[in-house]
Every structure is written in C-alpha cells, then in structure tokens.
C-alpha cells in the first residue's frame, strides 16, 4: 500500500472516529470507559472518566488516559503559563464540546488553550499516536524548548519522535513563538523525526525567531518546520507566519528538511514572509 492511500484510508478512519465522538456522549454522571472529560467548572480530583467528576484541566486528564484513550473538552479558555498540556503516549484530544458533551461545535463552544507565552502550548514526544482536533492553540512560547537556550521550537505545537504519528485537525494555531533568543524553528508547529498530518486546518500570524538584537534572529519556518519525517496537507490554510523579525528567515509558511515525503492537497499558503525586512 503507498503512503498516499495509506493516508486516505486513515483520514477516513479519523473522519469516522469523529463523526461517532457526536453520538457517543450522553449528558449524565455515568463513566464512559477510554473517555475523560474536562470543562473550565471541573475539579482536579478522581479519574475523570465521568460528567460528573469532569476535570478541570488539560494535563490532569491526560495524566489520568490509558493508552488510545479520548480527553473530551468542552469550550472555554484553558490557561497557563507554560505548556497547558505535554502528551507522552498515545491519546486524543477533541475540543468543542457543549457543557453538557451532549454534542461538537466548535463555532458555538470554541475551545482555546493559551500557553500565556510560558512555554509551547502543547507538547508531543514519540512513540506515539496521537489526534488533536477542535482546538485552539495560541500565545506559546517554544524558546528553550530544543537544543539549548539558543534555540526554540515549536510555539503552538512542539512534536519529537521516533515513531510519532501527529494528526492535527479542524485545529487554529495562531499567535506563538518559537524563540525569542535566536534561533527559531517552528513558530506555529515543530515535528522531527515523525509524521505529521494537518486536515482542514489553520496555522495563522505565527513566528519563528521574535530576536530583534545582536546577532541573533535566525528563524525557519514561521509556520510548520518539519525534519526528518513526512507532512499531508488536506484542506488547510498557513497564512501570514514570519520566519523572523531580523537577521535571516527561511520558510516563512513552511520550512521542509530532509523530509521522506510531503504532499499538499486542497490547501492555501499565502501572505508569508521569510524575513519581516525583506
């Protein structure tokens, strides 16, 4: 089976698995087994695993996930200063949910997770296989996050392998950093050595090196930096990303190293800019 086929069989799968995220919550106290539950009127305490005893944030709810398991947030603003939620295994995260997780709409009940500029708002480390969707991801801060204090990566999304299966859809990722020092990779979303797929999404006004002074200012990929793996673009748009105020940018929407294989479908890339001078 080629890579491209294998990828629509999955995006079907993907598809599917949301579609029954719909139908599969029922208002009530009674635990739904691989489901946990978070709302901005939750409380840290218990397993999660009912409406009843939802949780009140992102990363308590993940540290309670079995493998494969499904973290479902309802809408409101879920802050922090610092990473809002750091993934080492295999999960889901759907956003969007009513308070009562009765059903998904994103439009009605957006979900936001605001990093404050403490750190990358979300972070993914391999092996794994791991979904976002309904999600919005905005104000983080990659700087020091890779590599030493020198450099930053990843602002909105920092994802490390090996064998890392990252699948972003109907996902925002706006307004992040991945460093202020000087180098930058990254700004909105960072992947090495895994496999990214971005289905309907958004990666919009991101930057990857924020230094203005000194020698610093070296950013690649203001939008998505991706090294050492493949990406699938399907329905979305990277727009107006920076690879860096000063200095020397590369890939102001994308940057692309040693890639195994990239495809783009359907997809906008426009009004970006390698280096805000130029």
């Not at 080629?2 to 579609?19: D, E, H, I, K, S």
């Not at 919550?25 to 009127?41: K, L, M």
């Not at 939620?85 to 308070?99: E, K, W």
């Amino acid at each position: 089976m080629t890579r491209q086929t294998a990828l629509g069989v999955l995006a079907a799968v993907w598809t599917c698995l949301l579609v029954l995220l719909l139908f599969e919550a029922q208002p009530g106290s009674g635990a739904s087994p691989g489901v946990r539950y978070v709302s901005t009127d939750g409380v840290d305490a218990g397993n999660c695993s009912s409406i009843s005893g939802r949780c009140r944030t992102v990363q308590y709810a993940i540290n309670q996930a079995a493998w494969l398991d499904e973290v479902h947030i309802s809408g409101g603003v879920y802050t922090r200063a610092g990473t809002v939620a750091r993934i080492i295994s295999s999960v889901t995260l759907v956003g969007g949910y009513d308070p009562g997780f009765s059903h998904v709409s994103p439009a009605d009940h957006p979900t936001i997770l605001d990093a404050q500029s403490g750190g990358s708002v979300i972070g993914v480390d391999g092996p794994a296989e791991v979904m976002l969707a309904y999600l919005t991801l905005q104000h983080g801060d990659g700087t020091g996050a890779c590599y030493g204090a020198d450099y930053g990566c990843g602002g909105g999304i920092r994802a490390h392998g090996p064998d890392l299966d990252l699948a972003v859809q109907a996902c925002v990722v706006t307004a992040n950093v991945a460093s202020r020092t000087r180098f930058g990779l990254g700004g909105g979303i960072y992947m090495r050595d895994g496999n990214l797929d971005l289905v309907y999404g958004r990666v919009l006004s991101n930057t990857a090196s924020a230094a203005t002074v000194g020698s610093a200012g070296y950013g690649y990929g203001g939008g998505v930096y991706l090294e050492n793996g493949s990406v699938w673009l399907d329905g979305s748009e990277i727009r107006a990303n920076l690879g860096a105020v000063a200095v020397e940018g590369h890939g102001g929407g994308v940057a692309l190293l040693r890639v195994t294989t990239a495809e783009i479908h359907d997809s906008t890339i426009r009004a970006n800019r390698a280096t805000a001078a130029a």
